[in-house]
Structure formats: structure tokens, C-alpha cells
């Protein structure tokens, strides 16, 4: 649902339009990053190295030049490096100390200039200026998410910009540095020629060396650095890179499938190998035939030729060319499934012409599209309102346009479509990471919400774009609705969530193409939309992927096309649901799961279906295992009896992470009066407990809501309602807390803080340290009190009480009733943690975890959904989350050594407790993020 209410081209507008990047954002002191930052979850899941003691090569070049023997020495380490590494790091490299620190001065000094006379070089036009300062290059790209840098972008070679165009803040230092750099390439060049057994002068001679770009980033500090990344997983689309990176690091490279950190080395310069040199340096391909092959062709210059053509592929064909520049060739593993391996597959073709003519013929057209949406992703519509004459005369304007004489096209040529309503070019990403260039001219248009003016458009296709376009969003507004009613919606769904508020209109054209299967039109791709409508001609060469085969799209005489863009993917899914406004409207009656349960429901709502994968392994597969019960009974009798219970409790911390004490000194009666208590505010009526329902703990001692993470990444929403109460450091006064449960809440706390207090003193102990140590870190300073009512559900087998997850806290203490259905994962099993009477269940937390630098175990556990019911159960977390606190933890000092270093990065609480919250119950370890 939040890919819908978010328009991620919008947000990137709106940001691009500030000129001031991310800069601006940190100036402006925010304190969340804005949602086009955010990294998917699987690219953030790797961002910590997993091999922590792997370091780059590290070459020192003062011996280069002093004899052969000393340089072939320096050559085999550089051929290392590049065929196994593909990164090394340089030291007396020849660049003075005084030339880098100048230059990092002066990027500094530009990126911190005031905002107003940085926007004199702001443009995302880079073929008419040296130099040019924005965020992001590839902004309006279909990248999944923004980087937190700017640059600052400058071309000093083949044709050095002249002092004017420089900024006065770093024109010295990049003169003076990029003389170094030059130099330095050379010798690299050199090296790296001599490294493939050619002639030293063997790159250079191919131009290796004949053009140089400097990009200098910025990377403003980050409020919630674990959210995205300062630069996004790539190679570089060079030669050769030569990286001066400060003191701050944060560069970290591939290797061997885990992340290696590059550190800064003081004076070292970081070298890499680019894509264009890859195949020179491919294991087991060391001819002079690949050589020459593989460096001979330097793509970005011959993009960059291409582009400033300012013709298009259409100009390739006009001049008559018989074989396909090698820029289009496309990657042999791409071109082999061109074909369709199914080729009597049909995508579904749908008639509309019964959609208004009555409800039963309205809910035959819903089902085809909701079958469409859901298996294929495509379909083409016909009887679908858009006149024959109005598609003719769209498919003319775009011919006329592109056939248009050059000079009259050229009128209209940029790349900057943040600023123009109509733009004409070949290939959006002819300047990104893209393996190869697409056999394809195109002119885009921004229809809605803020129309073009017809000044703006050409008189070729001017009338023929207003008068489709009219149409098209006349037909998007019938498919939104049809859509929605397709998901179990109200009709108007999907377009009060803004999903026919912008428009946008790609004309492509495709010219023949003289050697068809060495490239593309267009390459494997999704549409980041919420819908695409497609027309076109009756050429044909459209194929979508279905079931791991080609599927050609065949031209339909008056059809249009129509396909799920990824901002729609989830709603395409079989859920059918709508899981936000499913969850806010079940959030907004504060009644939680118990008002479902009293409204007698007899299906649980979609909302709380777990998927089947978190299913399949509900029941234990080791029903005969239990966790460790230890008696407290004897532990202030003498030593020798402590120190048994100590060791039992060394071994529970270990091994299981869960045991139950009994002989605990928390009386039964208060154990009984805490879990009335409980029941008793659940079960209270509806309109008492509204009083108390809330989402904001932080200011508030005592909340009552249904599911922490309800509106968070959680695939589903858990089975129970919960009420929260911190009780330390600072206790709540009587008066904010329900008279149903008050007294219980203060007796039995006082009972689980004096618990808790021997608890860390027999962990400590088990640590081989001092009783008061864990204490003494503040371990017992803050509790936070959960009472769950898990209702009884009637279709237990589809959904979780609570799902997989570790706590967040140093220690939890848990009182749970005799109905049972909690379990804990254990050396890959589900284990029964089967109702002790009279028992209390011992949880370490994910922060005694981490200071104990995995002495003690943190493990994942859930609650089963029941039959029976109400099951109640008080949690009390040892954590200190809620209150500002600057104190950082890590693996504590008496625990780590040269043989045992620190595995994890240090943290303080409250960013922990932020990540941990806004991750929410989605079965992943939050702790694992924080592992070096």
C-alpha cells in the first residue's frame, strides 16, 4: 500500500526542484529521510562486511621506476590485484600530500558554499557545460531509490574546461590535482599493460587515456544511515578509477560474495578497475586477440558520440549503415531467449463494450481483469472508447514527428525532462550502467497534472497528443475503477490514492534495424507505474515474460495494451486486498482483534493471513524437547548452592536463550491478580478502553492498540491486542493507569524489578565477572510492561498470535496463563514452552546478545493463534527504549580480546529500538544489522 500512496516520481521532482540535494535536506535538520531514499530491504539486508578481516591489496609504488627487477615485482602485484580483486590501493603514488588534501579542501568548500551560488551550476544537461553540481545522475532513472550524496562533475580531458567555468572555491585544486591524476593514469596504463605481457604503451595507445571525468561527492551525515545508502551496489562504467577518499570511510567492495570494507589508508589512493577493462582482466581469456578486443571499443565515448549527434538510431539509418555499432550489441545470455519458447500463448484480450451495460455484464469484465492482473500482468482491451481515428492519427503525429527533418527535431533535444514538458532523444539511460544501447528514438511528454501549453509542443503531433491523451485518461479512470472492484475495493479506490493524477506520454520509434539480432528495442524491463496503456502499430516485436517464456504481444487491429506497473504489483497479487486501507480501517474502530472476535466473526480478515511459508512450520518438529527449568529456591542458602544455580543458568543463556524459574519470590496471588488485571481491561467496554488507545508511547506511560507494527513492513498483522506501560525509570502516577488493572500493575512490578535485579546479578556471575557488572551498565534501569490478550481465533491454522522475532531488550520476563502456544526456536525446531504453574519464563535479549558479544543467545520465538481463548500473557522488558539516552553499547571490554574481537558495531538503544520498531515483527533479526 505505500508504493501507491507514495508517487516516487513526484517526491524526486520536488527534491530535484530545490537545487540544494541532500545538503539541503540535513540544513533543513530533518529528521527522517524522505521515502525516495529508502533502500529495499534486500540491499540493506548485506550492507555489513560478512569476512571483516579481508583487506585490498595494498601496492606501494616508490619503487616503480628504480630498476626492472623492482618494477616487474610492482607489476606482479598489480595483475593480482586486478584479475583477483579488481580494487588495490596505492602509496607513494607520486601525488603530493599537500595535492590531496587541497583538493578534498576544495570539494568540501564547494558542496558547503551558500545554496544560492551553488544553483549557478546546477543542470542535469551535461553535454554543453564542463561543469555541473546536482544529487543523483540518475535521478529520473527507473533506479529503486535515491543515493544520500551530491556531486559536482567536471571534464578536464580531451578538452579542460578554462578557468571561467571552474567555481573560484576549487578551480586551483582541480587543475593542480587532476595534473597528478593524468600522470599517475599514465603509469597505471602502463603497469596494467605490462601486467597483460603487451608493450607498455599498449592501453594508452588505445586511448585509454584520452579522457578523464572528475566526479567529487558529498555525503551529508545521515539521521537514519541504516535506511539507505550514500551509493548504490555497481561498477564503475570506466577504464580505470583513481578514488581519493577522506578519513570518514564507508566504501566497502564485492569480493568473493561478501562485503569487504576498504578503509582509508592516509596519502594511499584507491584504484579500480572499470567495466571496459573487465574482459582484459577475465582468468583464462589472457590473449592479445580478447585484448584488443575488449579495449579497442570505449563505450561512454562512443555514447556520448552517438548522443551529440542529436539524430538518434534514426540518423544511423538515414546514413545508411549496414552493420549495428557495437554500443547496441546486446550481452549474448540477453539475446538468447528472444525467441518465445511457447509460441501458441496468448495474453488475455478483453471487450469492454458491455462495461456500462449492467452490473452482472460490469462483474464479468472485473473478473477477466482480475484474473489478467493477477496471472498475466498484461492484456489487451478492445471496444475500450478510444475512437479508430483518434489512434490513427496518435500513431501518425509520432511517424511525422520522428520523420521529421533533424534541425526540427533537434529543437526539442534534451535530457532534461525535469524542467521541459517535451523532450526528444534516444535511450533515457544511454549515460547509466545499461549493458548496451536499445535500437530506439523516443520523445516524452508530461500530460498530467500540469498540461503542456500547445506552444510547447511540435505542430506535427500537437492536436493528435491533447486529443489522445483526452481519451487515455478517460480510459485509465474506467481501468482504475475496474481494478480496484478486481481487489474487493469500492471503485474509487486506486484513484483517491492519486494513481490517475500524472500522466505521462513515451512515443517510441523504432527504425529498421539492419542486423536485428545483435540488439534490442527495448531491453528486459518492468514500468515503474501504476498502469501502462500501450498502442501500437501492426509491426509487432512485443514479448513479455510469462511462466519463465517469451510470449509475443501480437499487434490487435484497434486493441490497446494494458499492463500492472510495479507501483501496483502487491494489488496484483492473489491477496486481493488493499493491506493499508485494510489496516487503517481496522485500526481506526480501537476495538482491535477482541472487537472482531465480539462482532462474531467466523473468517479471519485477510489482514491476518501469514504467508504459507511462515505456515508450514507451525507445529514443532521436536515435540519431546523442553527448555530448562531452574529452582531459585536455594540461591541465598551458601555459595556452593548459588553456584549451581549459576551454572544453570550459564548453560540456559548459552545454549537456549529461554528458561522458566520457579521459587522465583514473586507470590502466586500477584502472579493471578497481574493476569486478572489484564483480563480484566481487555474485556472492558469498547468505549473505556478508547480512552487509553494510542500509538505514541514516547509520550505517554500507558497505551492501549493492537499491534506496535501495524502500519510497518510486516507481511501480516498479529492476533492479539496489547497494552504497554513503562514503569522505570519513571513510574506512571495512579491516575494514568486503568483502575481495572492499577494495583496489580504496581504490585507485581515491584515483584519483577527486585526478580530482575537477581536475574543480572546470576548472569554476570555467569559472564566470570563481578554480581553488580550488568547492573552497573544500566541493565535494570528501565522496564517496560506488555500485557497481551490473544482472543480465540476461528481459523487459528491462518494466522500467528505473534509472529517470529527476538526482543529488543537486555532481559524479558514472561508470565504466561495455562492455555500455552508459545514456542521458541531451537537448533532449527519449534519447541512447546508447555505452562509451568506458578513458573516465570526467562527470555535473554537482543542487547544482552550483543554486549555479551554472543556469549548469551537471543533467540527467535512466536505465539501460536488458538481455538481457546482469551490466552493472557505480561511481558517485562529490561531495556531502556523510550527515554533519550545517549549511552552506547557494545560488546562490553571484560568480554572481547584479540582472540574473542567485537562482533558487533556499537549502538545506543534508541537507534536500536527506532530500527527495531520500524522493521516490526516481519521475522528477520534487527541484531544481524549491526553484526561486523
Given at each position: 500500500m505505500a508504493s501507491i500512496e507514495f508517487d516516487s516520481y513526484l517526491e524526486r521532482k520536488a527534491f530535484d526542484e530545490t537545487k540544494e540535494g541532500v545538503k539541503g535536506l540535513v540544513d533543513a535538520k530533518i529528521t527522517e529521510i524522505p521515502r525516495i531514499f529508502h533502500v529495499p530491504r534486500d540491499s540493506l539486508a548485506d550492507k555489513k562486511p560478512s569476512v571483516s578481516d579481508l583487506e585490498i591489496p595494498t601496492i606501494d609504488f616508490a619503487s616503480v621506476q628504480v630498476d626492472t627487477a623492482s618494477r616487474e615485482a610492482v607489476v606482479e602485484k598489480v595483475k593480482h590485484a586486478a584479475e583477483k580483486w579488481g580494487f588495490f590501493q596505492v602509496i607513494n603514488h607520486g601525488i603530493p600530500l599537500k595535492v590531496l588534501e587541497e583538493i578534498q579542501d576544495g570539494v568540501r568548500t564547494f558542496h558547503e558554499e551558500d545554496p544560492e551560488v551553488k544553483k549557478q551550476y546546477f543542470t542535469r544537461d551535461d553535454d554543453n557545460k564542463k561543469f555541473i553540481y546536482n544529487s543523483n545522475f540518475d535521478l529520473y532513472s527507473s533506479s529503486t531509490s535515491l543515493n544520500w550524496r551530491d556531486s559536482f562533475v567536471c571534464y578536464i580531458a580531451p578538452d579542460p574546461p578554462t578557468p571561467e567555468e571552474l567555481p573560484v572555491t576549487c578551480r586551483d585544486a582541480l587543475f593542480e590535482y587532476s595534473k597528478h591524476v593524468m600522470s599517475l593514469g599514465g603509469l597505471l596504463f602502463e603497469l596494467l599493460s605490462e601486467a597483460l605481457g603487451l608493450e607498455s604503451e599498449t592501453l594508452k595507445s588505445k586511448e585509454c587515456l584520452k579522457t578523464l571525468l572528475m566526479v567529487c561527492h558529498y555525503y551529508p551525515p545521515c539521521p537514519k544511515p541504516d535506511l539507505t545508502l550514500g551509493i548504490?551496489?555497481?561498477?564503475?562504467?570506466?577504464?580505470?578509477?583513481?578514488?581519493?577518499?577522506?578519513?570518514?570511510?564507508?566504501?566497502?567492495?564485492?569480493?568473493?560474495?561478501?562485503?569487504?570494507?576498504?578503509?582509508?589508508?592516509?596519502?594511499?589512493?584507491?584504484?579500480?578497475?572499470?567495466?571496459?577493462?573487465?574482459?582484459?582482466?577475465?582468468?583464462?581469456?589472457?590473449?592479445?586477440?580478447?585484448?584488443?578486443?575488449?579495449?579497442?571499443?570505449?563505450?561512454?565515448?562512443?555514447?556520448?558520440?552517438?548522443?551529440?549527434?542529436?539524430?538518434?538510431?534514426?540518423?544511423?539509418?538515414?546514413?545508411?549503415?549496414?552493420?549495428?555499432?557495437?554500443?547496441?550489441?546486446?550481452?549474448?545470455?540477453?539475446?538468447?531467449?528472444?525467441?518465445?519458447?511457447?509460441?501458441?500463448?496468448?495474453?488475455?484480450?478483453?471487450?469492454?463494450?458491455?462495461?456500462?451495460?449492467?452490473?452482472?455484464?460490469?462483474?464479468?469484465?472485473?473478473?477477466?481483469?482480475?484474473?489478467?492482473?493477477?496471472?498475466?500482468?498484461?492484456?489487451?482491451?478492445?471496444?475500450?472508447?478510444?475512437?479508430?481515428?483518434?489512434?490513427?492519427?496518435?500513431?501518425?503525429?509520432?511517424?511525422?514527428?520522428?520523420?521529421?527533418?533533424?534541425?526540427?527535431?533537434?529543437?526539442?533535444?534534451?535530457?532534461?525532462?525535469?524542467?521541459?514538458?517535451?523532450?526528444?532523444?534516444?535511450?533515457?539511460?544511454?549515460?547509466?550502467?545499461?549493458?548496451?544501447?536499445?535500437?530506439?528514438?523516443?520523445?516524452?511528454?508530461?500530460?498530467?497534472?500540469?498540461?503542456?501549453?500547445?506552444?510547447?509542443?511540435?505542430?506535427?503531433?500537437?492536436?493528435?497528443?491533447?486529443?489522445?491523451?483526452?481519451?487515455?485518461?478517460?480510459?485509465?479512470?474506467?481501468?482504475?475503477?475496474?481494478l480496484s472492484e478486481a481487489l474487493g475495493l469500492k471503485s474509487e479506490t486506486l484513484k483517491s490514492k492519486e494513481c490517475l493524477k500524472t500522466l505521462l506520454m513515451i512515443c517510441h520509434y523504432y527504425p529498421p534495424c539492419p542486423q536485428p539480432d545483435l540488439t534490442l528495442g527495448i531491453s528486459k524491463h518492468s514500468d515503474d507505474s501504476f498502469l501502462t496503456i500501450l498502442l501500437q502499430d501492426n509491426i509487432g516485436g512485443l514479448q513479455i515474460l510469462h511462466q519463465d517464456s517469451w510470449v509475443d504481444v501480437?499487434?490487435?487491429?484497434?486493441?490497446?495494451?494494458?499492463?500492472?506497473?510495479?507501483?501496483?504489483?502487491?494489488?496484483?497479487?492473489?491477496?486481493?486486498?488493499?493491506?493499508?486501507?485494510?489496516?487503517?480501517?481496522?485500526?481506526?474502530?480501537?476495538?482491535?482483534?477482541?472487537?472482531?472476535?465480539?462482532?462474531?466473526?467466523?473468517?479471519?480478515?485477510?489482514?491476518?493471513?501469514?504467508?504459507?511459508?511462515?505456515?508450514?512450520?507451525?507445529?514443532?518438529?521436536?515435540?519431546?524437547?523442553?527448555?530448562?527449568?531452574?529452582?531459585?529456591?536455594?540461591?541465598?542458602?551458601?555459595?556452593?548452592?548459588?553456584?549451581?544455580?549459576?551454572?544453570?543458568?550459564?548453560?540456559?543463556?548459552?545454549?537456549?536463550?529461554?528458561?522458566?524459574?520457579?521459587?522465583?519470590?514473586?507470590?502466586?496471588?500477584?502472579?493471578?491478580?497481574?493476569?486478572?488485571?489484564?483480563?480484566?481491561?481487555?474485556?472492558?467496554?469498547?468505549?473505556?478502553?478508547?480512552?487509553?488507545?494510542?500509538?505514541?508511547?514516547?509520550?505517554?506511560?500507558?497505551?492501549?492498540?493492537?499491534?506496535?507494527?501495524?502500519?510497518?513492513?510486516?507481511p501480516s498483522v498479529n492476533w492479539r491486542d496489547t497494552f504497554a506501560c513503562y514503569i522505570a525509570p519513571d513510574p506512571p502516577t495512579p491516575d494514568e493507569l486503568p483502575v481495572t488493572c492499577r494495583d496489580a500493575m504496581f504490585e507485581y512490578s515491584k515483584h519483577v524489578m527486585s526478580l530482575g535485579s537477581l536475574l543480572f546479578e546470576l548472569l554476570s556471575e555467569a559472564l566470570g565477572l563481578e554480581p553488580d557488572i550488568l547492573k552497573s551498565k544500566e541493565c535494570l534501569k528501565s522496564l517496560l510492561m506488555l500485557c497481551h490478550y490473544y482472543p480465540p481465533c476461528p481459523q487459528p491454522d491462518l494466522t500467528l498470535g505473534t509472529s517470529k522475532h527476538s526482543d529488543n531488550s537486555f532481559l524479558t520476563i514472561l508470565l504466561q496463563d495455562n492455555i500455552g502456544g508459545l514456542q521458541i526456536l531451537h537448533q532449527d525446531s519449534w519447541v512447546d514452552v508447555a505452562p509451568l504453574p506458578g513458573a516465570l519464563i526467562i527470555n535473554i535479549g537482543d542487547f544482552l546478545q550483543l554486549i555479551t558479544n554472543d556469549k548469551f543467545i537471543s533467540v527467535d520465538h512466536r505465539v501460536l493463534a488458538n481455538r481457546q481463548g482469551p490466552r493472557i500473557s505480561v511481558a517485562s522488558f529490561f531495556s531502556s527504549s523510550k527515554r533519550a539516552n545517549s549511552t552506547v553499547y557494545g560488546p562490553m571490554k571484560e568480554l572481547v580480546s584479540e582472540e574473542n574481537p567485537p562482533k558487533y558495531r556499537d549502538i545506543t538503544i534508541k537507534e536500536y529500538t527506532d530500527g527495531y520498531t520500524e522493521k516490526g515483527l516481519d521475522g528477520t533479526s534487527y541484531l544481524m544489522n549491526l553484526r561486523i
Open positions: 548504490s551496489k555497481h561498477s564503475d562504467n570506466s577504464f580505470l578509477t583513481v578514488l581519493l577518499q577522506d578519513n570518514i570511510g564507508g566504501l566497502q567492495i564485492l569480493h568473493q560474495d561478501s562485503w569487504v570494507d576498504v578503509a582509508p589508508l592516509p596519502g594511499s589512493l584507491v584504484i579500480n578497475i572499470g567495466d571496459f577493462l573487465q574482459q582484459t582482466f577475465c582468468e583464462e581469456k589472457e590473449t592479445t586477440m580478447v585484448t584488443e578486443t575488449s579495449i579497442e571499443f570505449d563505450p561512454y565515448m562512443d555514447r556520448k558520440a552517438f548522443d551529440e549527434t542529436k539524430e538518434g538510431v534514426k540518423g544511423l539509418v538515414d546514413a545508411k549503415i549496414t552493420q549495428v555499432p557495437r554500443i547496441f550489441h546486446v550481452p549474448q545470455d540477453s539475446l538468447t531467449g528472444k525467441k518465445p519458447s511457447v509460441s501458441d500463448l496468448k495474453i488475455p484480450t478483453i471487450d469492454f463494450a458491455s462495461v456500462d451495460l449492467d452490473t452482472a455484464s460490469r462483474e464479468a469484465i472485473v473478473e477477466k481483469v482480475k484474473y489478467a492482473a493477477e496471472k498475466w500482468g498484461f492484456f489487451q482491451v478492445i471496444n475500450h472508447g478510444v475512437p479508430l481515428k483518434v489512434l490513427e492519427e496518435i500513431k501518425d503525429g509520432v511517424r511525422r514527428f520522428h520523420e521529421e527533418d533533424p534541425e526540427v527535431k533537434k529543437q526539442y533535444f534534451s535530457r532534461d525532462l525535469a524542467n521541459k514538458n517535451f523532450v526528444y532523444y534516444s535511450n533515457f539511460d544511454l549515460y547509466s550502467s545499461s549493458t548496451s544501447v536499445n535500437w530506439r528514438d523516443t520523445f516524452t511528454c508530461y500530460i498530467a497534472p500540469d498540461h503542456p501549453t500547445p506552444e510547447e509542443l511540435p505542430v506535427t503531433c500537437r492536436d493528435a497528443m491533447f486529443e489522445y491523451s483526452k481519451h487515455v485518461m478517460s480510459l485509465g479512470g474506467l481501468l482504475f475503477e475496474l501480437s499487434p490487435f487491429p484497434g486493441a490497446l495494451i494494458i499492463n500492472i506497473g510495479d507501483f501496483l504489483q502487491k494489488m496484483g497479487t492473489k491477496t486481493s486486498v488493499d493491506p493499508f486501507m485494510e489496516r487503517k480501517a481496522f485500526d481506526e474502530t480501537k476495538e482491535g482483534v477482541k472487537g472482531l472476535v465480539d462482532a462474531k466473526i467466523t473468517e479471519v480478515p485477510r489482514i491476518f493471513h501469514v504467508p504459507r511459508d511462515s505456515l508450514a512450520d507451525k507445529k514443532p518438529s521436536v515435540s519431546d524437547l523442553e527448555i530448562p527449568i531452574i529452582d531459585f529456591a536455594s540461591v541465598h542458602v551458601d555459595t556452593a548452592s548459588r553456584e549451581a544455580v549459576v551454572e544453570k543458568v550459564k548453560h540456559a543463556a548459552e545454549k537456549w536463550g529461554f528458561f522458566q524459574v520457579i521459587n522465583h519470590g514473586v507470590p502466586l496471588n500477584v502472579l493471578k491478580e497481574i493476569e486478572d488485571g489484564g483480563r480484566r481491561f481487555h474485556e472492558e467496554d469498547p468505549d473505556v478502553k478508547k480512552r487509553y488507545f494510542s500509538r505514541d508511547l514516547a509520550i505517554k506511560n500507558f497505551v492501549y492498540n493492537s499491534n506496535f507494527d501495524l502500519y510497518g513492513s510486516s
